[in-house]
Nanobody
Framework: QVQLVESGGQLVQTGDSLRLSCVASGATMATYSMNWFRQAPVKEREFVAEISRESINTQYTDSVKGRFTIFRDNAENTLYLQLNSLKPEDTAVYYC??????????????????WGQGTQVTVSS
């Protein structure tokens, strides 16, 4: 069973950049499509980005397109999310998750197979 551990979240100011990491252990990350979700206070968990097994395909939610980049290093069993031009509305706990498939269109949180514990990103105005 794969385990996921996120890191990199911190308090930043509007316009700053961050890079989040998600390290997988217990299994080869290359066998999974990988995803980032986020959850803000009193809101439901929402999809942010996904990347296919060999990085051929990516998908982003509209609110982060052009600002966030998802990428992975299968040799290092690590998933990344580069966050640029951060806004206060990006404040949330960010989670990485594995999936058996790369979804086109809606990415259902309830079909993710493993979740990390999350890392807090706070963007001050």
């Amino acid at each position: 069973q794969v385990q996921l551990v996120e890191s990199g979240g911190q308090l930043v100011q509007t316009g700053d950049s961050l890079r989040l990491s998600c390290v997988a252990s217990g299994a080869t990350m290359a066998t999974y499509s990988m995803n980032w979700f986020r959850q803000a206070p009193v809101k439901e968990r929402e999809f942010v980005a996904e990347i296919s097994r060999e990085s051929i395909n990516t998908q982003y939610t509209d609110s982060v397109k052009g600002r966030f980049t998802i990428f992975r290093d299968n040799a290092e069993n690590t998933l990344y999310l580069q966050l640029n031009s951060l806004k206060p509305e990006d404040t949330a706990v960010y989670y990485c998750a594995t999936a058996q498939f790369f979804y086109r269109g809606t990415v259902p949180a309830n079909e993710m197979t493993t979740w990390g514990q999350g890392t807090q990103v706070t963007v001050s105005s």
